[in-house]
């Protein structure tokens, strides 16, 4: 087991996993891989089953970094788990980051150990629900938008440069269900949204206003992909370096920061 | 425009004059807020551009299938439900009565499966679907999806693990589904934590665990939203917990009142409950009440006192178990109670919605609660003030009680489960149980299904404990080969107009569901979802969804086509015409 932890660490992989634009990825090709390849042994949420043991801890958590669980699920385990080198790595990657979603949302109190955080957490706080309009379209604990994804829970288990790469290259990897189409529908009309399915017979849009357009296939004549999401992609500039950082340490801290209203039985 | 094409509805009562001029503000009101959307959804879409609908899209409306979730409390007024079905039992008369009527006796023949959506189930769904605009919410444990209501495609998913440590039903994960109010989406959790999510992204808005002190606490039912509150009971009843029914600011989830079911010492009621034993006395509240808003009065039933089946330790009534509770929305102080199984032993929960009902009763019009209750007796009260006005027996093999006196309250037939067990019917499965009920304005009938069996009750005391049920006993099941019937009560002739074998080896969990075109909607006991006449039951088209069915219907419409859903076993299945 020591061996396989060294290899563990020696072996860091260079990718990070990004769902800040995601709706719930639980739709996604992670989630279908998940039930594809996992769940059959891990159980549906992740919990084990007779053959194989959680990948959830009791407190909720998935307690190993990305690029051990990248290994684990690329290379297999002495103690039996097959290798999922063929699926590919884009897979395995979308299976990692519907894992994470398996965790329960009550902040545990075993925040990573990487939490350090240098910047100034208020300052941030202001500038996420101000100048820097992040809460326009992510919530973060209750407040701010919902066409993109929830940050509640976005940095806990991710390092601030992991957070700050994903705030300054958006898009990398797009997650489909973010993606901005423009559709032209038969009657002429445009309309421009977030892509939140799509098959060979529907499409379902989400435009700004929250609104859903489900729509047809054969009611649209044009389908324009922009890959890309909302997600602006100059923050890099348009926010300075202590910007940068103090919104990224807001994220990391504010994560780690339980969601559950205390309630006392009267 | 055919008539197989065409949504007609119909209303069963005319407003008062406040109402009707309440009703046409409101209706000006929205149409300038309508106006500002199309608008704005039309800017957005082509800024300057010639404004057009969408196609197969309706102008927008909280009726129509467009897209917008926005239900404002007028919305869950509506009554009956037509095109959105906005909570658990459609309306707040708890009638699950639909006024759609594209699907009607002559065309059910040809309603045809449009989708199945297969949510990561833990143990069979028992939701019922919630659907707005065109998006449907459905829960599965602790997982709650919207979907396309057309297609059944996801639109989100809200994760959430189950919780480890739970017992009993909690420890099933059962999840009956949503309630909705404005951009928000409502649900309990089976460690009865109340969730508020953006019905817009399903993300987490707050979570408030409401039922703390007891780890036997659990809930599996679906919230009710009355005015700007949320409203939600508790389970764990034979378990050992002190029931209760809470409301919390819709907003931020403060509480604002609460019911303990269960009087504490000093409390009126308290005389069944020596020591510190009301706070294992059960009288959970694990189904949504139901709301009148002219009376201002909100009815929630009340489970069996706990232990089960031992009454030694809680003599007397043990109020208020077993009772249907007439509440204060505003405050939660109790108007009135009714009490159908004073000193429970049979595990005789009285929680099967309290359907809103006006009609007349023998020639006079009342303001009723139509009721069938698991003891075996379907009740009819007057829900100004509690009085009992008529009951009609309906299980035949019923031993437990020599009748009811002119008040209501059963005579006893001395039944006393001890160590040796008594056989007593029905069953402690009840003779109806929480699957829905159904009442038809128009043909005066109230629908619900019924099941003919007897257990052997045993009781074997000890005392209470965290982590483990508190039944005190050892049930021995009787007739496991029971009889399942729907039922048609006939509210003109109080007596029963069909009563419906249900032939098949699995015993049914599925509710009924009424529409204007005279259907009754509902799953038998050989896993079929079944559509029958509602003059008189004869089934008029079928579906095998091979899996139980655990839960109830419900109907709605998207771009003018009706469709019924319902959840079956893993499943979630949608039938419209072709």
């Given at each position: 087991m020591g061996n396989f932890l060294l290899l563990g660490t020696l072996l860091m992989f260079g990718f990070t996993v990004r769902d800040a634009n995601a709706q719930s990825s639980n739709t996604g090709p992670g989630a279908q891989r998940f039930m594809e390849y996992c769940a059959g042994c891990h159980g549906a949420d992740g919990k084990g089953g007779d053959k194989a043991p959680p990948l959830i801890s009791p407190s909720g958590r998935v307690n190993r970094s990305d690029s051990d669980l990248f290994r684990i699920v690329h290379d297999g385990t002495r103690g039996g788990m097959p290798p999922f080198a063929q699926i590919g790595d884009a897979n395995i990657q979308a299976v990692l980051q519907f894992l994470r979603t398996l965790e329960s949302n009550p902040a545990s109190e075993s925040a990573s150990p990487e939490t350090a955080v240098t910047g100034d957490v208020e300052a941030g706080r202001a500038l996420y629900f101000g100048k820097a309009q992040c809460s326009q379209c992510h919530l973060m604990q209750g407040e701010g938008g919902f066409i993109a994804g929830s940050l509640t829970n976005y940095g806990r288990n991710r390092t601030a440069d992991e957070v700050r790469q994903a705030i300054t290259t958006p898009d990398s990897p797009l997650v489909p269900s973010s993606q901005v189409v423009t559709v032209t529908t038969k009657g002429g009309q445009k309309l421009t949204g977030v892509l939140r399915n799509e098959d060979n017979f529907n499409l379902d849009l989400q435009s700004q206003d929250g609104r859903y357009h489900l729509l047809a296939r054969s009611d649209v004549t044009d389908v324009r992909y922009t890959e890309h999401s909302l997600m602006p992609r100059d923050y890099g500039t348009r926010l300075s370096p202590k910007e940068l950082n103090d919104i990224v340490s807001f994220l990391v801290v504010a994560s780690r920061t339980p969601h559950v209203k205390k309630v006392d039985a009267r | 425009m055919t008539s197989s094409t065409r949504l007609a509805f119909t209303t069963t009562k005319r407003p008062s004059r406040n109402v009707r001029l309440f009703r046409r503000l409101l209706r000006a009101m929205t149409f300038l807020w309508l106006l500002l959307a199309i608008l704005a959804a039309s800017g957005y879409a082509q800024p300057g551009g010639p404004q057009k609908h969408l196609p197969r899209q309706r102008a927008a409306s909280s009726d129509d299938g467009n897209g917008i979730i926005n239900v404002q409390p007028s919305d869950l007024l509506k009554q009956p439900v037509a095109v959105n079905w906005p909570s658990y039992n459609g309306d707040y008369t708890g009638a699950r009565y639909s006024s759609l009527t594209q699907i009607t006796p002559r065309n059910v023949g040809q309603l045809t499966a449009q989708w199945v959506f297969h949510p990561r189930a833990v143990s069979p769904l028992e939701v019922t679907p919630v659907v707005v605009a065109g998006i449907m919410f459905v829960t599965s444990a602790n997982d709650a999806y919207a979907l396309d209501a057309k297609t059944g495609k996801v639109l989100w998913h809200h994760v959430r693990a189950i919780s480890q440590g739970l017992i009993d039903d909690p420890g099933q994960h059962h999840n009956r589904g949503v309630a909705i109010l404005g951009t928000r989406v409502y649900m309990e959790t089976d460690n009865a934590h109340l969730l508020c999510l953006d019905a817009r992204s399903g993300h987490l808005i707050w979570d408030v665990p409401y039922a703390t002190g007891n780890k036997n606490y659990g809930a599996t039912s679906a919230p009710l939203i009355v005015k700007d509150k949320v409203v939600v009971g508790i389970s764990g009843g034979d378990d050992g917990v002190r029931g209760f029914v809470a409301a919390f600011d819709a907003e931020t989830g403060a509480e604002k009142w609460r019911f303990w079911t269960i009087p504490a010492p000093g409390e009126k009621g308290n005389a069944s409950w020596p020591g510190d034993t009301y706070l294992h006395g059960g009288g959970t509240t694990w189904l949504p009440g139901t709301y009148d808003s002219d009376l201002n009065t909100l009815y929630w039933g009340t489970g069996n006192p706990?232990?089960?089946?031992?009454?030694s330790v809680r003599p007397g009534d043990d109020l208020y178990s077993s009772c249907l509770l007439a509440l204060d929305p505003d405050t939660g102080t109790l108007k009135w109670y009714f009490q159908f199984s004073p000193h429970d032993l049979y595990d005789y929960d009285a929680v099967q919605t309290p359907v809103i009902v006006n009609a007349r009763l023998k020639g006079q019009p009342h303001k009723l609660i139509v009721t069938a209750n698991r003891n075996g007796f379907l009740y009819i009260l007057d829900r100004t003030n509690g009085k009992f006005l008529f009951a009609k027996p309906f299980i035949n093999t019923q031993n437990w009680a020599k009748g009811l006196d002119e008040n209501g309250r059963p005579i006893s037939a001395g039944l006393i489960p001890d160590e040796k067990g008594v056989r007593v019917c029905p069953a402690n499965g009840g003779g109806t149980n929480w699957y829905s009920p159904s009442y038809n304005p128009a043909a005066h009938m109230f629908y619900f299904r019924s099941f003919e069996a007897c257990a052997v009750l045993q009781s074997n005391p000890r005392p209470f404990e965290e982590g483990r049920s508190y039944y005190a006993t050892g049930i021995r099941n009787g007739d496991e080969t029971g009889k399942g019937y729907i039922n048609a009560f006939d509210l003109d002739t109080l007596d029963f107009a069909w009563r419906d074998l249900q032939i098949g080896r699995h015993k049914g969990w599925g509710g009924v569901m009424s529409t204007a075109a005279g259907l009754v909607v509902f799953g038998d006991d050989a896993q079929n979802f079944v559509v029958a006449d509602g003059h008189t039951g004869k089934p008029l088209w079928h579906f095998h969804v091979g899996q139980l069915i655990h839960a109830s219907p419900m109907s709605y419409a998207v771009d003018a086509k009706q469709y019924f859903a319902i959840a079956a076993g893993s499943d979630v299945f949608s039938f419209a015409l072709p």
């Amino acid at each position: 087991m020591g061996n396989f932890l060294l290899l563990g660490t020696l072996l860091m992989f260079g990718f990070t996993v990004r769902d800040a634009n995601a709706q719930s990825s639980n739709t996604g090709p992670g989630a279908q891989r998940f039930m594809e390849y996992c769940a059959g042994c891990h159980g549906a949420d992740g919990k084990g089953g007779d053959k194989a043991p959680p990948l959830i801890s009791p407190s909720g958590r998935v307690n190993r970094s990305d690029s051990d669980l990248f290994r684990i699920v690329h290379d297999g385990t002495r103690g039996g788990m097959p290798p999922f080198a063929q699926i590919g790595d884009a897979n395995i990657q979308a299976v990692l980051q519907f894992l994470r979603t398996l965790e329960s949302n009550p902040a545990s109190e075993s925040a990573s150990p990487e939490t350090a955080v240098t910047g100034d957490v208020e300052a941030g706080r202001a500038l996420y629900f101000g100048k820097a309009q992040c809460s326009q379209c992510h919530l973060m604990q209750g407040e701010g938008g919902f066409i993109a994804g929830s940050l509640t829970n976005y940095g806990r288990n991710r390092t601030a440069d992991e957070v700050r790469q994903a705030i300054t290259t958006p898009d990398s990897p797009l997650v489909p269900s973010s993606q901005v189409v423009t559709v032209t529908t038969k009657g002429g009309q445009k309309l421009t949204g977030v892509l939140r399915n799509e098959d060979n017979f529907n499409l379902d849009l989400q435009s700004q206003d929250g609104r859903y357009h489900l729509l047809a296939r054969s009611d649209v004549t044009d389908v324009r992909y922009t890959e890309h999401s909302l997600m602006p992609r100059d923050y890099g500039t348009r926010l300075s370096p202590k910007e940068l950082n103090d919104i990224v340490s807001f994220l990391v801290v504010a994560s780690r920061t339980p969601h559950v209203k205390k309630v006392d039985a009267r | 425009m055919t008539s197989s094409t065409r949504l007609a509805f119909t209303t069963t009562k005319r407003p008062s004059r406040n109402v009707r001029l309440f009703r046409r503000l409101l209706r000006a009101m929205t149409f300038l807020w309508l106006l500002l959307a199309i608008l704005a959804a039309s800017g957005y879409a082509q800024p300057g551009g010639p404004q057009k609908h969408l196609p197969r899209q309706r102008a927008a409306s909280s009726d129509d299938g467009n897209g917008i979730i926005n239900v404002q409390p007028s919305d869950l007024l509506k009554q009956p439900v037509a095109v959105n079905w906005p909570s658990y039992n459609g309306d707040y008369t708890g009638a699950r009565y639909s006024s759609l009527t594209q699907i009607t006796p002559r065309n059910v023949g040809q309603l045809t499966a449009q989708w199945v959506f297969h949510p990561r189930a833990v143990s069979p769904l028992e939701v019922t679907p919630v659907v707005v605009a065109g998006i449907m919410f459905v829960t599965s444990a602790n997982d709650a999806y919207a979907l396309d209501a057309k297609t059944g495609k996801v639109l989100w998913h809200h994760v959430r693990a189950i919780s480890q440590g739970l017992i009993d039903d909690p420890g099933q994960h059962h999840n009956r589904g949503v309630a909705i109010l404005g951009t928000r989406v409502y649900m309990e959790t089976d460690n009865a934590h109340l969730l508020c999510l953006d019905a817009r992204s399903g993300h987490l808005i707050w979570d408030v665990p409401y039922a703390t002190g007891n780890k036997n606490y659990g809930a599996t039912s679906a919230p009710l939203i009355v005015k700007d509150k949320v409203v939600v009971g508790i389970s764990g009843g034979d378990d050992g917990v002190r029931g209760f029914v809470a409301a919390f600011d819709a907003e931020t989830g403060a509480e604002k009142w609460r019911f303990w079911t269960i009087p504490a010492p000093g409390e009126k009621g308290n005389a069944s409950w020596p020591g510190d034993t009301y706070l294992h006395g059960g009288g959970t509240t694990w189904l949504p009440g139901t709301y009148d808003s002219d009376l201002n009065t909100l009815y929630w039933g009340t489970g069996n006192p706990a232990p089960d089946y031992d009454g030694s330790v809680r003599p007397g009534d043990d109020l208020y178990s077993s009772c249907l509770l007439a509440l204060d929305p505003d405050t939660g102080t109790l108007k009135w109670y009714f009490q159908f199984s004073p000193h429970d032993l049979y595990d005789y929960d009285a929680v099967q919605t309290p359907v809103i009902v006006n009609a007349r009763l023998k020639g006079q019009p009342h303001k009723l609660i139509v009721t069938a209750n698991r003891n075996g007796f379907l009740y009819i009260l007057d829900r100004t003030n509690g009085k009992f006005l008529f009951a009609k027996p309906f299980i035949n093999t019923q031993n437990w009680a020599k009748g009811l006196d002119e008040n209501g309250r059963p005579i006893s037939a001395g039944l006393i489960p001890d160590e040796k067990g008594v056989r007593v019917c029905p069953a402690n499965g009840g003779g109806t149980n929480w699957y829905s009920p159904s009442y038809n304005p128009a043909a005066h009938m109230f629908y619900f299904r019924s099941f003919e069996a007897c257990a052997v009750l045993q009781s074997n005391p000890r005392p209470f404990e965290e982590g483990r049920s508190y039944y005190a006993t050892g049930i021995r099941n009787g007739d496991e080969t029971g009889k399942g019937y729907i039922n048609a009560f006939d509210l003109d002739t109080l007596d029963f107009a069909w009563r419906d074998l249900q032939i098949g080896r699995h015993k049914g969990w599925g509710g009924v569901m009424s529409t204007a075109a005279g259907l009754v909607v509902f799953g038998d006991d050989a896993q079929n979802f079944v559509v029958a006449d509602g003059h008189t039951g004869k089934p008029l088209w079928h579906f095998h969804v091979g899996q139980l069915i655990h839960a109830s219907p419900m109907s709605y419409a998207v771009d003018a086509k009706q469709y019924f859903a319902i959840a079956a076993g893993s499943d979630v299945f949608s039938f419209a015409l072709p």
